[in-house]
């Protein structure tokens, strides 16, 4: 069964503070984590283990150090859940609990730089299913990108924009989507305030409310 994860590669994709402590896990668990090219509908998964193949992470390549750990610690938590309660809800209490309980350990100056620490302790008192739905927190992150695209909810109305490799017409907002016109198919697509897009028209921005 292959169980091998290749550090090094991990190594240059997490915070200099953060890597004893996963390299740590790593060695005293069969997980094997994965780094992903880009995916537009998740930003990493666990898989349980089968007969032939050992628990699997995967996290998406393009995060930045910060994001890239959030999410690993949140689908390691996703394992460790699995491993004692076998029987629980995806994002349920015990979830929640072992997702916090093992975020402490990084939640220092030598992992996380203060704003993210600051942000981190709110999205711990009630970890969502995603990090995508924690807008707080994906606005933060966005500050050590180092190219950083737009969200689609700073573009003005009527912005051409591309998204999932089609074109969009931004349209209005719908609670925390917006209702966009695709250019390829006509068809009507809601798409969430907080997906990163690439502007096909000179920058129109607005203020994110």
């Known amino acids: 069964m292959e169980r091998a994860t290749d550090l090094l590669q991990l190594r240059a994709h997490l915070p200099v503070g953060a890597y004893p402590v996963v390299e740590n896990w790593l060695r005293r668990n069969p997980v094997k984590v994965r780094i992903a090219r880009t995916r537009a509908t998740k930003l990493g998964d666990y898989r349980v283990a089968t007969r032939t193949l050992p628990h699997r992470i995967s996290v998406n390549e393009e995060l930045n150090k910060y994001g890239f750990l959030v999410v690993l610690i949140h689908e390691f ?109 006509r068809r009507i697509y809601l798409i969430d305030r907080m997906a990163e897009v690439q502007v096909e028209q000179p920058m129109q921005t607005r203020r994110a409310s």
């Open 77 to 185: 938590a996703h394992y460790v859940t699995f491993q004692k309660y076998k029987r629980h809800e995806p994002h349920g209490l015990e979830w929640k609990s072992e997702f916090k309980r093992m975020m402490r350990p990084f939640m220092t100056r030598e992992v996380f730089p203060a704003d993210l620490l600051h942000v981190l302790e709110h999205h711990l008192e009630d970890a969502p299913s995603s990090s995508c739905t924690d807008h707080h927190l994906m606005r933060i992150l966005r500050r050590y990108d180092r190219d950083p695209k737009p969200f689609l909810e700073e573009l003005r109305e009527s912005t051409i924009f591309r998204f999932n490799q089609k074109l969009f017409v931004k349209g209005p907002e719908l609670r925390t989507r917006y209702r966009c016109r695709c250019l390829n198919d």
